[in-house]
């Protein structure tokens, strides 16, 4: 799920910067891909997934 998640993450930022001609920082695309598996994944990958989010945190 979460590959599907990250695949579909980056097919629609690659459609953006097409068609649209807007462009996402990298921290975005990656937060946004995060919030979404977290949302869709059952409870135990979902803490998976939030307690690996410190280093894109730590980004800013």
């Known amino acids: 799920m979460i590959y599907a998640d990250i695949t579909n993450g980056i097919w ?8 649209e001609k807007r462009r996402k920082p990298w921290e975005t695309i990656a937060r946004e891909i995060i919030y979404v598996s977290c ?22």
């Open 12 to 19: 629609s930022e690659k459609n953006q910067r097409i068609f």
């Open 39 to 60: 949302v869709r994944a059952p409870p135990r990958t979902s803490m998976l997934v939030h307690d690996n989010t410190i280093c894109i945190r730590g980004a800013n």
